[in-house]
């Protein structure tokens, strides 16, 4: 089969532009949008998979299309009005493009600094030896002086309920549950409280307030069991994730520190 000269230009054309086409999503008034642009939205949308985001499916896609081809329709008309040329609407674009930006730079620095498993685990080692092998289950009453926490001594010491003389505790947190600090390892604590609260058996009761930055304290020590440390593969991701944090800190502040502020 042969073509006529003019035949045959109408096909190179068409397929000179069908790579062209497919890269467009749709149309609008003239102005193409991009597959690209449908494709970096469902990609966000998948990646929040874990927070209720939603697989890359066809409905997904058409939901997505619709969506671009409506702000593109908002867009143009904006633009007719001339409204990206107003200040307040420049400073919110400039805002918005830096903190894309700022988020593109975390997520190079992570992608380039990655957290190693040894430092994971020096990290868990860390924490396993400041959580101690123990667990404790203790009371307290906490007030502004050392005299009215003598007084509360004196006072449980000749019979008086803990639970009753809680209610004037100044801690809002277990006041209402007669001092009651459920179970927690003594890292828990202030040092002067944890100190304490470990030289205590089952069933002692401070002799002295313990001077803390919070006021004075009386302790009471319930019960003591061996502490349930979660295991590594239980506070990973929380350890990475402190870990990361720490070391965008130090590279902010790096930066801080190079830049030339007047």
Known sequence: MTFKP????????????LPVMAQNLAVVNGKAIPSSRADMMIK???????????????????MVKDELINREVLIQEADKLGLGNNPDVKAQADI??????????????????????????????KF?????????????????????AKAIIAKLKAGGKFEDLAKQSKDPGSAANGGDLGWATPASFVK?????????????????????????????????????????????????????????????QDLRAKAVVK
């Open 192 to 252: 002067p409280f944890s100190d304490a609260l470990v030289a205590l058996k089952p069933g002692q009761l401070t002799d002295t307030p313990v001077k803390t930055q919070f006021g004075y304290h009386v302790i009471k020590l319930d019960e003591v069991r061996p502490a349930k440390i979660p295991t590594l593969a239980e506070v990973k991701p929380q350890i990475t994730e402190a870990l990361q944090q720490k070391k965008l800190q130090a590279y902010q």
């Open 96 to 125: 918005a493009r830096q903190s894309i930006l700022i988020r593109a730079l975390v997520a190079d620095f992570i992608k380039k600094n990655p957290i190693k498993d040894a430092d994971i685990q020096a990290e868990y080692d």
């Open 6 to 17: 003019s035949r045959l230009l109408v096909v190179l054309f068409a397929a000179a532009a």
């Open 44 to 62: 966000q949308l998948s990646a929040q998979g874990a927070q209720g985001g939603q697989p890359d499916t066809p409905e997904l896609r058409a």
């Open 128 to 148: 396993k030896a400041q959580a101690g092998d123990k667990e404790y289950h203790a009371q307290h009453i906490l007030v502004e002086n050392e005299a009215d």
